[in-house]
């Protein structure tokens, strides 16, 4: 399998990782630790335990420079701004205006990196748009952002373009590393999120309350910290706007899973929806079979083994 072949299944399965998340997040929630300070456990845990691998490697992480801080703020403050999303707004909502990413990925790729917009990559734009204009309902307007959880998400979207051609561009970063920056500016960011007015009065949670929902360390440890390990393994070694592209799988696992769990809507448009968008994330590697089978149906290319 070549390099970019496995760099895509390894977005395409940080996608689906990440449209569980929600899950764990509003379990902390639920359990007393309230709004954003739920992020801000849910953060701090995998730091913990990328602790020990902090304290023997702070010398490379220290190497990396500015441009590995950057990734790492760039990282984590989009997905600390995404996480608090969830718990502010509609799971479904959250995620539409989330995966705006693969347009302003595409757009800031052609700009900073001078990286082509191909065929594929504009019919994949449309595609993905109308998925997720279709699971959203556009009958009921187009998805600007009406409360602050759908900013929190629209800030994660334009955050992540940044980090996708941040991450494009560096090529001396291993990806613990990049994993032990994002986990540490996401806890400082969703800290300052959760001091901040925007997330209402928050009472700080009592060590007791954290302590009795430890167990929320599982789930996290197993979805969480090999997703982002396989999102900045993979995403480096592709486009950023095919990564966020790719990244679209959470769309579709996050709105699976919000109808099962949280009893938000699945039908017929959300089927259509994530149709569209899973065409949107294979569109880079079916473009060219389909483009060469059409040709070939009206004759205008030859078949193989006949000249």
């Known amino acids: 399998m070549s ?3 496995r760099a895509s299944l390894a977005c395409a399965y940080s996608g689906v990782a990440w449209g569980l998340f929600w899950i764990p997040l509003r ?43 950057w990734i790492g703020i760039a ?41 082509k917009i191909t065929p594929a990559r504009a019919l994949a734009i449309p595609f993905g748009l109308a998925g997720m204009l279709v699971m959203f309902g556009i009958e009921s307007g187009f998805p600007w952002p009406r409360n602050v959880g759908d900013w929190m998400a629209l800030i994660g979207a ?50 007791a309350v954290v302590v009795d929902i430890l167990w929320w360390t599982i789930p996290i440890a197993l979805i969480i910290i090999p997703g982002a390990y396989a999102a900045y393994w993979g995403a480096p070694h592709l486009n950023p706007g095919v990564v ?9 696992v996050g709105a699976v899973t919000a109808a099962i769990w949280a009893d938000e809507p699945f039908g017929l448009r959300e089927i259509l929806g994530i149709l569209l ?31």
């Open 3 to 5: 390099l970019k072949a």
């Open 27 to 69: 379990g902390l929630d639920a359990a007393g630790v309230d709004g954003a300070w739920a992020t801000v456990v849910f953060y701090g845990i995998p730091l913990l335990l990328f602790l020990p691998w902090i304290v023997r490697h702070w010398r490379r992480i220290l190497r990396g420079g500015w441009s590995l801080q």
């Open 75 to 115: 990282t984590g403050a989009s997905l600390a701004f995404y996480s608090n999303a969830f718990l502010y707004t509609e799971v479904v909502r959250g995620l539409v205006l989330y995966y705006t990413t693969p347009v302003w990925s595409l757009l800031l790729a052609w700009i900073v990196l001078g990286e």
């Open 158 to 207: 334009l955050g992540w373009a940044v980090a996708a051609v941040l991450l494009r561009r560096d090529d001396g970063s291993r990806s613990t590393e990049i994993c032990a920056v994002y986990f540490f500016y996401g806890v400082i960011t969703a800290i300052l999120m959760a001091l901040s007015p925007m997330t209402g009065d928050l009472e700080v949670p009592e060590w």
């Open 244 to 252: 966020g592209l790719l990244f679209m799988t959470e769309l579709s």
């Open 277 to 307: 968008i899973t065409i949107a994330g294979l569109a880079e590697y079916i473009y060219a079979p389909v483009r060469r089978a059409l040709r070939r149906a009206v004759g205008l290319e030859p078949r193989d083994g006949i000249p």
